[in-house]
């Protein structure tokens, strides 16, 4: 990310299997943020050592004693190497990731919409005539539809059959206005048949009805 001049876009695919998996052992946002990753260590060194901790609450970047502390988790040979990853990324602080569900709407538009900022089509001269690149940055970050991580995470993970069950709902009600407005369109076209007096199936006149002949020269 530091030696290639491109923009970067970390992206959590799949959040809506997540579910299916046992519970987190941080809040969704403590992993799409990256920070504080020294809490997150002994629940590593545990995974990787065949044991397991109780996931921990969302308090995890508040200021505790160390007795309020999880339980060191025994070492093992990448113990090491992971505190060295934590420091190099805290260092930098360049990591972050949004997330993604493919067949959602709203979370592909608002990937999107974090892709085109990235990328800096929505600081176009079109899109932000005679507006500063913050104030564009500013109404792009807050357009409608936008979704915090503690959206995704009741939408994917606390209340998914629920939404589930609104979504489909929604589903029918958009599949009953499209079906209706088919219906009215079909109506109104046979309606304006019957008017100029058009068979089904028959093909409409081409031109005026006068046919010119040219003659060749005599």
């Given amino acids: 990310m530091l030696q290639l001049d491109l923009p970067h876009l970390n992206v959590l695919t799949k959040i809506d299997n997540l579910i299916s998996y046992p519970p987190l052992s941080m809040p969704l946002s403590y992993f799409t943020e990256a920070r ?16 397991t901790l109780a996931p921990k609450g969302s308090d995890y970047g508040s200021d505790q004693e160390d007795e309020d502390m999880e339980p060191e988790a025994p070492t093992n040979k990448f113990s090491a190497l992971n505190r060295a990853i934590v ?57 409608a539809g936008h979704m915090e991580v503690r959206d995704v ?46 068979v089904e199936g028959s093909k409409p006149p081409q031109g005026d009805g006068i046919k010119v002949v040219r003659k060749g020269p005599s």
């Fill in 36 to 51: 504080s990753l020294e809490y997150f260590l002994p629940y590593l060194d545990a995974e990787q050592s065949g044991k």
């Fill in 87 to 143: 420091e190099l990324v805290e260092d930098f602080g360049l990591v972050g990731f949004e997330t993604l569900a493919v067949e959602d709407r709203q979370s592909m538009m608002q990937l999107l919409r974090t892709i085109d900022r990235a990328g800096g089509y929505a600081f176009g001269a079109d899109e932000g005539a005679n507006e500063s690149i913050w104030q564009v940055a500013v109404r792009e970050g807050g357009s």
């Fill in 153 to 198: 995470e009741e939408r994917w993970i606390d209340r998914r059959e629920e939404f589930d069950e609104l979504e489909r709902k929604a589903w029918e009600e958009e599949g009953k206005v499209v079906a209706q407005k088919r219906d009215t369109d079909a109506a109104m076209e046979k309606a304006f048949k019957d008017a100029n007096g058009i």
